[in-house]
């Protein structure tokens, strides 16, 4: 391999990873809190189509960016409305939501699915885009790339060094002590359950408007899913979920690349565009058998439901 194609497969990686990134890091906020929301494919896919609809009548991506966040996050409150007032399985809602969002955005989407954007240039960074091999992979992308890298280090900032972070992880591990601290649990968990939505309908706009600028019914195509994976890979520490993301975005490109070398001829397409979820399979299943890791950093309060005391 010549030093372009390295670079190009490595730019593509990062880029496939992105919405992953970022709808991880939102799934790792929400899950902090103690909340299991399932509903981030359906999220993405609202967040996917709101974003698509925002750029071709406005001609903005960050109107997209604004429509899309608020897209996921007001979905993300019918979830919370549900689950954290009415007391509803935290389960059985997310699922619903799921199911929900891709086919609420698959009926919106008919009337855009002829219809394509103008692609978002990148923003190459000055003094480093120049760089042998790793400036065209890693400093010639569209901004939301760099803002996923800005997000990971402001999350891992807030939930490490930060006094509301602090709460937020206390309000995961044991609610009611929280809550007889004087903290206001039920809030704090509709705000994180709110950021998580709004992270997720954020990577489905990434996917409409400026990964592949146009709608087509089901591009979400189990990312949503993906990512919820990610959280329980990543063993719910933000800097894993950079690493997760980007591992299953170089399974999604390799597949691609291999398809496009001419491999498909002897391995069914079938099997390759399978490929990065048979890994999360694998993964989910390797980490099953260690219990003692996942018990050591998942919330203790994970899906439970919590209802102060009068």
């Known amino acids: 391999m010549d030093a372009s194609l390295i670079s190009a497969i490595i730019a593509a990686t990062v ?3 992105t919405p992953l990134l970022i709808v991880g890091l939102g799934l790792l906020v929400n899950e902090r809190s103690g909340v299991l929301n399932l509903g981030a494919e359906g999220m993405m896919a609202l967040g996917a189509i709101a974003g698509f609809a925002a750029a071709h009548h406005s001609g903005s991506a960050w109107a997209a960016v604004a429509a899309g966040a608020a897209a996921g996050a007001g979905s993300a ?5 549900l689950t954290l007032t009415l007391m509803a399985n935290q389960v059985a809602s997310g699922l619903a939501l799921s199911i929900f969002g891709v086919g609420l955005s698959a009926f919106v989407g008919k009337a855009y699915e ?29 901004p939301l790339v760099y803002a ?7 999350i891992a900032w807030f939930l490490q060094r ?14 009611a002590v929280a809550h007889e601290a004087g903290y206001p649990v039920i809030r704090i968990r509709y705000l994180a359950v709110l950021a998580g939505g709004a992270l997720s309908g954020l990577g489905g706009t990434f996917l409409s408007v400026f990964h592949t600028p146009l709608w087509v019914e089901g591009m979400v195509a189990g990312r949503g899913w993906i990512a919820l994976a990610l959280v329980v890979f990543a063993t719910w520490r933000p800097a894993r979920v950079l ?23 002897t391995i069914p397409s079938q099997w390759l565009s399978a490929l990065p979820y048979l890994a999360t399979i694998i993964v989910l299943v390797m980490i099953s058998r260690r219990p003692d890791l996942i018990r050591l950093n998942s919330p203790v309060s994970l899906g439970q439901p919590y209802r102060p005391d009068a």
Do not use: C, K, N, T
């Open 15 to 17: 880029v496939a990873g």
């Open 243 to 265: 690493l997760g993301a980007y591992l299953f975005g170089g399974m999604l490109i390799a597949q691609m690349f291999v398809q496009g070398s001419g491999v498909h001829w």
């Open 77 to 81: 409150l019918i979830f919370a409305f």
């Open 148 to 154: 996923s890298w800005l997000l990971l280090a402001a």
């Open 114 to 142: 002829s219809v394509s954007l103008r692609a978002v240039p990148p923003w190459p960074l000055p003094g480093l885009a120049d760089l042998p091999v790793l400036g065209p992979a890693l400093f010639q992308h569209q």
């Open 162 to 175: 930060s006094r509301p972070g602090l709460v937020l992880r206390a309000i995961g591990e044991s609610p």
